[in-house]
């Protein structure tokens, strides 16, 4: 099992970017599907979820700024983020969660990609 993420770079307070994460060889089905992030010197900590029943909640300190989408028939989970500040530099990273065909749960992570916001 793979997840790729991608999409981050350097941007100016102010900026957009869109992360997307990709998996490859999940077998089974996903229930959630996450962004978190860490900041330098600081713990991971959940950005935001979407579960598949539609729900999706967000970090009280990107609401409003965030959003994430989900296409389940790509295994692929995305983030947009809007009005970024520096205080959202950090590696984020997704995550899968989810069960197998026998009910085994499965928790996958990504590699995490780089977002850095300065002037």
């Known amino acids: 099992v793979q997840l790729q993420a991608s999409g981050g770079g350097l941007v100016q307070p102010g900026g957009s970017l869109r992360l997307s994460c990709v998996a490859s060889g999940i077998i089974g089905s996903i229930i959630g599907m996450s962004w978190y992030r860490q900041p330098p010197g600081k713990q991971r900590r959940l950005v935001a979820v979407a579960t598949n029943d539609g729900v999706k909640q967000y970090a009280d300190s990107v609401k409003g700024r965030f959003s994430i989408s989900t296409d389940t028939a790509k295994n692929s989970v995305y983030l947009q983020m809007n009005w970024l500040k520096p205080e959202d530099t950090a590696v984020y990273f997704c995550?899968?969660?989810?069960?197998?065909?026998?009910?085994?749960?499965?928790?996958?992570w990504g590699q995490g990609t780089l977002v850095t916001v300065s002037s």
């Open positions: 995550n899968m969660d989810g069960e197998d065909s026998r009910g085994t749960e499965f928790d996958y």
